[in-house]
């Protein structure tokens, strides 16, 4: 589909950022996350999620002005967060992002030089001056304002902002409507830590491992680097599992070396998903397969160059189910 046509007034995209119900599941199906912006770029993390959930975004431009606070410094936390939280400010009047401020200002009455210069020092942390401040005060620029101005380090372009909401919009496009081509592109793109074994053999083994991780954190043990990554993406395979989608097992004939693709409805991981198997080893895999049937594991050890150890994890996944171990005839085969 071509991206351009993707509408951006779309009411069950916008609703991707309020609640779960495009995609026909509710929070508790997915330990309690109460918004379907899971996996979206800039929208997807935890914080941006609490973002989400305290400015109660209604409207694309809302996002925008979101995603000014997130990559702002000292804009959201302490900020403009708090102002929302006091009830001086709502997500349309807070400065979100660096072109506010100058616009705002000269709506007030501020000349329109000086409040380009005003918006330049304040975007780089540079503060006020008090001349700058005596005169926002002379065109009644309320005194919330001028605090959260003092307080900002670094502020993002609207502009910015505008493109990298339209990309992350478009994406969550594709995810109510094309759910298998963007978990398909989301676990071969995005995807840091995705494991065969962990997320594709059922969504109790799964949340077996969520629960594992979850218990970590409870306790003194924390969670490692790896472990981190693969919990983010076992929350996406968890809200796959939760839309009612599936895996299929990885075919040697039919995978992919790093693509997940979707067959028969169902989506069948790529070979470097597999523990321990490197991006090289599974181009060698996918590319011998092409070139004819593996008639033994000693020959698709040779044709592969794949370790025993990885031998072993794909025979104990039923990948290489049926194959025989050596490409030697036994007597008994012609009994």
């Not at 693709?261 to 198997?277: R, T, V």
């Not at 160059?305 to 104990?316: D, F, L, N, V």
């Amino acid at each position: 589909i071509d991206p351009v046509a993707i509408p951006l007034d779309d009411k069950g995209v916008m609703s991707l950022f309020q609640d779960t119900s495009a995609l026909k599941i509710t929070p508790d199906q997915i330990n309690g996350c109460k918004l379907g912006s899971l996996g979206i770029p800039e929208f997807g993390t935890d914080f941006a999620m609490g973002m989400l959930i305290e400015t109660h975004p209604t409207s694309f431009s809302d996002l925008v002005r979101i995603a000014g606070l997130s990559h702002g410094t000292d804009v959201w936390l302490g900020n403009a967060q708090t102002l929302l939280q006091e009830g001086k400010a709502t997500i349309s009047t807070a400065i979100c992002t660096r072109d506010d401020i100058m616009i705002y200002l000269i709506s007030m009455g501020v000349e329109s030089s000086l409040a380009f210069t005003i918006m330049e020092a304040v975007r780089k942390g540079k503060g006020l001056k008090p001349e700058w401040e005596a005169e926002m005060i002379a065109n009644q620029v309320p005194e919330w304002y001028i605090w959260s101005c003092k307080k900002i380090k670094y502020m993002f372009p609207k502009a910015h902002a505008a493109a990298y909401v339209m990309m992350a919009w478009r994406i969550a496009y594709c995810k109510i409507n094309y759910p298998l081509a963007y978990y398909c592109a989301y676990f071969s793109i995005r995807a840091s830590a995705f494991s065969y074994e962990l997320m594709c053999m059922g969504q109790a083994r799964l949340e077996h491992y969520m629960k594992e991780y979850e218990n970590k954190l409870k306790g003194d043990e924390k969670p490692s680097n790896k472990e981190q990554d693969a919990y983010k993406d076992m929350r996406i395979v968890q809200e796959m599992y939760a839309r009612g989608y599936d895996f299929v097992m990885i075919d040697l004939y039919k995978a992919k070396a790093r693509s997940f693709q979707i067959i028969d409805n169902k989506i069948m991981p790529a070979f470097k998903s597999i523990e321990g198997l490197g991006d090289k080893n599974a181009d060698m895999i996918e590319d011998e397969a092409k070139l004819g049937t593996f008639i033994s594991k000693d020959d698709f050890r040779q044709r592969t160059k794949t370790s025993q150890t990885i031998m072993e994890t794909m025979t104990r996944l039923g990948i290489l189910e049926g194959m025989a171990e050596s490409n030697q005839l036994s007597i008994f085969d012609f009994v």
